[in-house]
């Protein structure tokens, strides 16, 4: 019955993150007093979803560790750098609109992009040792990601930032896969299969939960908005677009490119979303919750447009051949 939900969910996660939004917005005067639940759900989700890990998948991609290097370069060089130009054109001077647009940018990948991977049949070796790997530097990067390109305008609580990615991301993934090695596997059988679809729900609880408490900026509706919108929208579809480019570029195959397509092109935007609402003024965190609606949506759709692009490759080599 679990299976079956957990399959349900999954044909239906491009629906979840905006319903969730619009839900958190609408109710915000009943949900917001229960944010603090948000770090506690989002552990719980991490530590699901690394159940299906270890740290053998680690050791086997760091052979050919390329393919590694280029996720890296495109999460934390290259498109916090295009979030940084994007926003001094088209909010300049707007330092906590700027703030979010990179913040949503130098947050690491999404823990979601391995079940994307896995639908469409990407390395999954390699996309489990991207999250973990990224997971582990992110109290490093993150922070030092924000004092580079934001500086000094906006206050940022350092010791407080990295003590909430460590508790919601780090540990609740060391865990996890520790237990998965220590089980050989069979946690992921017996209790990972069981967790996956309360992850997926969790998604849509953090994400209303998110939205509750930045509603009054979402609420009114102003031209100021829409820009926003847009220009995450945009932001975010270039993401999958240098990541799938840069992969084709570099001739990686097919998985590879899969991979990091969807490793470059998500990110774990409810735990930027939580860092935003935590750690910065509301209007900061506007641009990430923002990010949610389309997350999984472009993951949808990027997964088709490369299923499609794989395919008429295959058939026409096919052709030739014949």
Known sequence: MLQKLNKQLEKIMPLITPVSVVIGVLLSAYLKDFSFLIPWIFAFMTFAGSLSSNFQSLKEVMIHPFPIFLAMLILHALMPLWAWGVGHIAFSGDVYTITGLILGMVIPTGITSFIWVSIYKGNIPLVLSIILIDTLLSQILVPFSLSLFVGQRVELDFINIMKGLLGMIVIPSVIGMLLNQATKGKINDQLGTRLAPFSKMSIGIVVMLNGSVVAPYLKNVNLKLVGITLTVFFIALTGYLFSF????????????????????????????AVLAVSFFPAAVAVPVVLGMLFQQVLASTNGHFLDRFYNKKVEKQESVVL
């Open 245 to 272: 480019l840069l992969g084709r570029l570099m001739k990686r195959d097919r998985d590879t490119v899969i991979t990091l397509t969807f490793s470059g092109g998500m990110r774990n935007i409810s735990a930027g």
